[in-house]
């Protein structure tokens, strides 16, 4: 079997199970433009995850995987069509016939859908040119983090800095702190650089009071603090995937696996 | 990964265990064909439409895939980031223990 078990945030944008739109492919308030791209890419991409899973089933695949071969596997897996770049140079030119937040849909579209650097850099250059206003610049921050090995750093850097000046939404500039933040923390990041990571997050933790975003930037404390070997397990209450609520709890008294997984 | 938990959870059955997922696909869709496809049968949460972003992961500080963590009787945390056999290995010893206190 062939299969991703163990990943990196940063490397989901190179999975399948992101080529979707998330929340916002529904939404009532979009132009239909919009609406038909997702739904188009939806399909194109379902095909490519057909023709791919196809692949691995070839013996030509079988014989490089067995082989190591991972020059060859590489070159066949190359032949499969990604529509991605395709689409999200479709939603550029579509950017370009619209305006305010239409245009803000279309530039995130493609950012976070383009796996290219390129398409990516050049979003994020014209949301930071026109739009450090717009309060839906926090569709292209829930995603942010997975572009960070596709947006340049200095780019990243200089964008997250404009919006942190000069946009008048608390949300959208609590995701600037905390993004930022996340990028001053990466590896070998000097006491300077953390100390003033740490001056984000909480001002990002104050900003964003009140909605999912604390729960994430408070995550590293919160594993630290409740999440440790020999700690009570903090109680997990949601849905299944039938919609059925159910919590953690409810198992006490048995052994248990938790085990965060998916498909992709 | 999913064959080691199929076997874990189908060789376990009728012990005082659960296999509990939290499920970080977008697509249920998706997720009913492979789980009946590969023969998921455990619970899980599901994260909702932001997938690895969503909520729970968010709050578990969860950044990479499969995250494991191993809770015993009483609900305190065990083990944590043992996958394969060494999950398999860590559930059995609480079993064990749970085994001896009787």
């Given at each position: 079997m062939h299969r991703v078990t163990v990943f990196t945030a940063a490397l989901l944008l190179a999975l399948p199970v992101m080529a979707q739109d998330g929340?916002?492919?529904?939404?009532?308030?979009?132009?239909?433009?919009?609406?038909?791209?997702?739904?188009?890419?939806?399909?194109?991409?379902?095909?490519?995850?057909?023709?791919?899973?196809?692949?691995?089933?070839?013996?030509?695949?079988?014989?490089a995987a067995e082989a190591k071969d991972t020059e060859t596997m590489k070159a066949l897996r190359a032949k499969v069509t990604q529509p991605n770049q395709e689409f999200a140079q479709r939603a550029l030119a579509e950017a370009e016939k619209?305006?305010?937040?239409?245009?803000?849909?279309?530039?995130?579209?493609?950012?976070?859908?383009?796996?290219?650097?390129?398409?990516?850099?050049?979003?994020?250059?014209?949301?930071?040119?026109?739009?450090?206003?717009?309060?839906?610049?926090t569709e292209l921050f829930e995603n942010f983090a997975m572009l960070a090995?596709?947006?340049?750093?200095?780019?990243?850097?200089?964008?997250?800095?404009?919006?942190?000046a000069t946009t008048p939404h608390a949300q959208v500039h609590a995701w600037a702190d905390y993004l930022e933040a996340r990028r001053l923390n990466r590896r070998g990041a000097s006491d300077a650089d953390k100390a003033r990571a740490e001056r984000l997050l909480a001002e990002g933790e104050t900003l964003a009071a009140g909605t999912d975003l604390v729960d994430l930037i408070a995550a590293p404390r919160f594993e630290k603090e409740k999440l440790q070997i020999g700690m009570p397990a903090p109680d997990i209450a949601g849905e299944d995937i039938d919609g059925v609520r159910f919590k953690l709890s409810d198992y006490r008294g048995k052994v248990l696996v938790v085990d965060f997984w998916g498909f992709w | 990964m999913i064959p080691h938990e199929r076997s874990l959870v189908e060789k376990l059955k009728d012990k005082p265990f659960t296999l509990i997922g939290v499920n970080s696909d977008t697509d249920k869709a998706l997720i009913r064909r492979e789980a009946k496809e590969k023969g998921v049968t455990w619970r899980s949460f599901w994260c909702g439409d932001k997938g690895t972003g969503g909520p729970i992961p968010a709050k578990w500080n969860v950044n990479g895939w499969p995250t494991i963590y191993v809770i015993d009787d009483q609900g305190v945390i065990r083990f944590k980031g043992v996958k394969g056999q060494r999950m398999e290995d860590a559930v059995e010893t609480l079993l064990a223990e749970m085994a001896q206190r009787k």
């Open positions: 929340s916002r492919g529904g939404d009532p308030g979009r132009p239909p433009a919009y609406s038909k791209l997702v739904a188009e890419f939806a399909a194109a991409s379902a095909k490519s995850q057909v023709a791919m899973k196809e692949l691995l089933e070839t013996d030509e695949f079988k014989k619209v305006q305010g937040d239409d245009r803000v849909s279309f530039l995130v579209w493609a950012a976070v859908n383009g796996r290219s650097g390129e398409i990516a850099n050049h979003a994020v250059a014209a949301l930071q040119q026109d739009h450090l206003k717009s309060k839906h610049l090995n596709t947006v340049d750093d200095d780019q990243a850097a200089a964008f997250l800095a404009k919006v942190q | -």
